[in-house]
Antibody, heavy 123, light 106 residues
Framework: EVQLVESGGGLVQPGGSLRLSCAASGFTFSDHYMDWVRQAPGKGLEWVGRSRNKANSYTTEYAASVKGRFTISRDESKNSLYLQMNSLKTDDTAVYYC??????????????WGLGTMVTVSS | IQLTQSPSSLSASVGDRVTITCRASQGISSYLAWYQQKPGKAPKLLIYEASTLQTGVPSRFSGSGSGTGFTLTISSLQPEDFATYYCQQLNDYPVTFGQGTKLEIK
């Protein structure tokens, strides 16, 4: 069964850092693009960023709102995706989801989602 | 690329036919997806590439459009369909979502 499980959320002060993890199972992790999406309380969905697959050297893309502060990485040996979040702002408060595109091509929609992990940035 | 959904909210009854529209600020070919989200849950993929029904999604859901105009239609609303619906473009970075359409029971 294909599954994504996020962890690492919690309460952090503005300016602080946090690393989220997403454990993947049920598919060949290195072959697939992976994404992070977030949702602030009571708000809509916001794409955070992408890790391409191994064949594309795990290169990354980011939303303008997080570029330079957030970093996406992977550990192939652990089938895990990470989101390192630095210089956190109150606006970063959200549920963070990892998601699996059904295709690595343009148009690959997110067919598998984790349950999400809550990040609260507050003093 | 900005996506604008209309309406932002909608009240309808069980059995109604409902259509939600998503308009893109520039052409995105057919690289548009639709998701359903219920409170406290992750989004669920309904439609991808504008009109392809995701495996396991009931056939009362359908999508159409290309370029800049897209629609999601639910042919006969069921009680479990009351939720928030989002469109998403996957034609260019950054990937973007519409603001959502909340479908409520009348």
């Amino acid at each position: 069964e294909v599954q994504l499980v996020e962890s690492g959320g919690g309460l952090v002060q503005p300016g602080g850092s946090l690393r989220l993890s997403c454990a993947a199972s049920g598919f060949t992790f290195s072959d697939h693009y992976m994404d992070w999406v977030r949702q602030a309380p009571g708000k809509g969905l916001e794409w955070v960023g992408r890790s391409r697959n191994k064949a594309n050297s795990y290169t990354t893309e980011y939303a303008a709102s997080v570029k330079g502060r957030f970093t996406i990485s992977r550990d192939e040996s652990k089938n895990s995706l990470y989101l390192q979040m630095n210089s956190l702002k109150t606006d970063d408060t959200a549920v963070y989801y990892c998601a699996h595109p059904h295709s690595n091509n343009w148009g690959g929609a997110f067919d598998i989602w984790g349950l999400g992990t809550m990040v609260t940035v507050s003093s | 690329i900005q996506l604008t959904q209309s309406p932002s909210s909608l009240s309808a009854s069980v059995g109604d036919r409902v259509t939600i529209t998503c308009r893109a600020s520039q052409g995105i070919s057919s690289y548009l997806a639709w998701y359903q989200q219920k409170p406290g849950k992750a989004p669920k993929l309904l439609i991808y590439e504008a009109s392809t029904l995701q495996t396991g999604v009931p056939s009362r859901f359908s999508g159409s459009g290309s370029g800049t105009g897209f629609t999601l239609t639910i042919s006969s609303l069921q009680p479990e369909d009351f939720a928030t619906y989002y469109c998403q473009q996957l034609n260019d970075y950054p990937v973007t979502f519409g603001q959502g359409t909340k479908l409520e029971i009348k």
